[in-house]
């Protein structure tokens, strides 16, 4: 059901730095972009993340609250792109870890302070 998600940046050039170096851990790579947004995606028929400069043209602010779930196929998968989310510069949000029913996910924030998850069910 989801197309995809954007989350609003104020240093687009930086924001996009950032996650083709991320998304490339999951296979991702860039699909569309223009002056004022980038997207990826692993496969065009599925869901995309985006990034934007926010079109009334005032400052991109973090919505608390708000959290985009990026699943993957292990456990040890959540731990590498959560650690390479920091080693980035991220910051920590909760290491990665079971957090019951079979859920396990590591939180991050990415430049601009957006939050995030890398999680996997099973």
Known sequence: MIGYVTLGT???ARA?????????????ARMMENEQFVAWS???DQPGL??????????ATVGNGV???????SPARV???HRK???????DEGAPGPRGGGFYAG???DLDGNKLNFFHMG
């Open 85 to 91: 989310a920091l080693e980035l510069g991220g910051t």
């Open 67 to 73: 959290m985009v779930a990026l699943e993957v196929d």
């Open 42 to 44: 692993v496969k065009p």
């Open 10 to 12: 104020n240093d687009l």
């Open 79 to 81: 731990d590498a792109m």
């Open 16 to 28: 996009a730095a950032y996650y083709d170096a991320l998304l490339a851990g999951l296979g991702a």
């Open 50 to 59: 985006g990034i934007t400069k926010p079109f009334d043209h005032k400052p």
């Open 107 to 109: 939180y991050f924030r």
